[in-house]
């Protein structure tokens, strides 16, 4: 099976994966990295701890095959107290 690596950035914070994980496929590793980037923006985001998560998925030989990024973004308009 193939080996992928899942390096993390949280805003400027890059974390590196050194061990990867052995998957099936792209596919399978396409999964693990958007729950990958799910389950640390549940945790983060909503913090305020980052407003950017970004899992880049990378083969053996370090070709950069996927990038899922989860994002907040807050705008506020419009409203006046009264």
């Given at each position: 099976?193939?080996?992928f690596f899942f390096?993390?950035?949280e805003?400027?914070?890059f974390i590196p994966d050194d061990e990867g994980m052995e998957l099936s496929d792209l596919t399978a590793a396409e999964q693990e990295?958007?729950?990958t980037?799910?389950?640390?923006a549940r945790d983060k985001l909503p913090a305020?701890?980052?407003r950017s998560i970004t899992?880049?998925?990378w083969t053996e030989d370090r070709l950069r095959v996927i990038a899922a990024t989860v994002t907040m973004?807050?705008?506020?308009?419009g409203f006046r107290p009264h």
């Open positions: 099976m193939p080996r390096d993390t950035h805003d400027d914070t990295a958007l729950e980037a799910s389950s640390i305020g701890e980052a899992i880049e998925v973004h807050v705008e506020r308009g």
